[in-house]
C-alpha cells in the first residue's frame, strides 16, 4: 500500500465513523515510536519519516472530523 492510500484511508475512516456516531472522533495512537527505532537502527529512514509525516498530517492536523481538546 502506498503512502497516498494509507493516508487517505485514514481520512476516510475518520469520515465514517463521524458520520456514524453523528460526532467527531479520537484518534489515540500508541507505539509510534517503536517502527521508527526498528527503521533507524536498520534503514529506510528518510521513507518512514515521509509516511509518518504524512500520516500525521491526515490523521491530526488536517482532518476536519477529529475532536480536538
Known sequence: ??????T???HQL???LSRYYQKKII???DEYDTPMQEVY???????L???TR???NAA???NPYLERR
Open 1 to 6: 500500500m502506498n503512502e497516498t492510500t494509507t
Open 8 to 10: 487517505m484511508a485514514i
Open 14 to 16: 475518520s469520515l465514517y
Open 27 to 29: 484518534i489515540l495512537l
Open 41 to 47: 537502527e536498520n534503514g529506510c529512514w528518510d521513507e
Open 49 to 51: 519519516v515521509s509516511f
Open 54 to 56: 504524512s500520516m500525521f
Open 60 to 62: 491530526f492536523k488536517t
